[in-house]
């Protein structure tokens, strides 16, 4: 799509993460794509960087999704640069769990010192007193592993109980897991790997959309190796869309607790997504597309 200008894009519908004024457009931006490659170091366009940034704003997305881990700090500085001081109603969300290796690995950081000092890293680099939703990063690389919560998220319950985190969220968990925190505090999100060719989470979104509970899939677009999917590109052309949109589109009609957070570092392909929060996609499309993932799980 060519378009040039991201006036008047439906984003697709709001949700209110539960117990909080936060409402937001069901379309949003993450951020991890910004950083270098391998989500290291600085973009090779810093000034392409908060392009990305400043259109996603100006076209109506007022949630991003980051980490003051993706760089590390890198992407979260840009936020800044590009956007602070942050508009009414721009939501912040990050998360913490996660520290870089030297050799770029990722490696899990859920001390009661880490936690901590990820949260002022986090206020630090992005020029915030208080972050707005911070998710609880535990589990695998791209799945969660079983295991108790507790001791990571009590740290987290108490630094919102200080002011410096306003609300809670988990990513990369089980719904043992979610019971076990909400006994803890609050839950407001859930942000696992979830998209048309990779559907595990299905009967969790469920319970989550019955709870009021909003679901930010990661890799919606498949993350590192994007999907490719006949069904996906005659789909496309039958709609006059491209792949991403459809992609994007059968997220947002697959559950009204889904918001999206697809990354890219481009322009052009943050117009492109954008425009999918307008696709509607026919049942029969919905039906074909199930199969991708080798239809709905409960
Ligand atoms: N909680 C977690 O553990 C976790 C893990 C991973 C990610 N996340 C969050 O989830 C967000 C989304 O994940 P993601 O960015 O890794 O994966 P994604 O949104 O599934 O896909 C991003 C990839 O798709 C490409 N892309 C984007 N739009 C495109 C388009 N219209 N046409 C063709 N290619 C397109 C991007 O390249 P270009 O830059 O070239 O567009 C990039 O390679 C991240 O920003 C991050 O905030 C969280």
């Known amino acids: ?75 979260n500085q840009l936020i800044k640069q590009a956007l602070h001081p942050y508009p009414d109603g721009l939501v912040i969300v990050t998360k913490l769990g996660a520290r870089r290796g030297e050799d770029k690995s990722w490696l899990h950081a859920l001390s009661r010192q880490e936690l901590i000092d990820g949260v002022h890293d986090n206020l630090r680099n992005l020029g915030l007193d208080s972050l707005d939703v911070v998710n609880l990063r535990v589990g695998g690389i791209s799945e969660p592993t079983e295991g108790s919560i507790e001791e990571p998220l009590t740290v987290l319950a108490e630094l919102k109980r200080q002011g410096l985190i306003r609300h809670i969220g988990l990513s990369n968990v089980t719904p043992k897991q979610l019971a076990e925190a909400q006994a803890i505090t609050e839950i407001v999100c859930i942000q696992n790997m979830y998209n048309v060719a990779h559907r595990t989470d299905d009967g969790f979104i469920h319970d989550l959309a ?41 997220l947002l009609q697959r559950s009204p607790n889904i918001l999206l957070i697809p990354g890219t570092s481009s322009v052009g392909h943050l117009r492109e997504n954008l425009k999918a929060a307008m696709l509607r996609l026919p049942s029969e499309v919905i039906a074909d597309l199930d199969s991708i993932g080798g239809g709905p799980r409960q």
Not at 216 to 233: A, E, H, R
Request: glycine share 12%; no cysteine; proline share 8%.
């Open 210 to 250: 019955v709870q009021g509970i909003a679901y930010m899939p990661f890799f919606p677009l498949g993350g590192f190796t994007p999907l490719q999917s006949s069904t996906l590109d005659a789909t496309a052309a039958a709609l006059d869309a491209t792949p991403m949109q459809v992609a994007l589109a059968w």
């Open 1 to 75: 799509m060519t378009t040039q200008t991201t006036a008047q894009i439906d984003l697709g519908g709001s949700f209110t993460l539960p117990g909080t004024s936060m409402t937001l457009n069901r379309m949003g931006y993450g951020a991890m794509q910004l950083a270098g490659p391998q989500v290291w170091g600085p973009p090779r366009d810093v000034d392409g960087a908060i392009a990305v940034l400043r259109e996603a704003v100006a076209s109506g997305v007022n949630h991003i999704d980051t980490s003051d881990f993706y760089g590390p700090h890198v992407t």
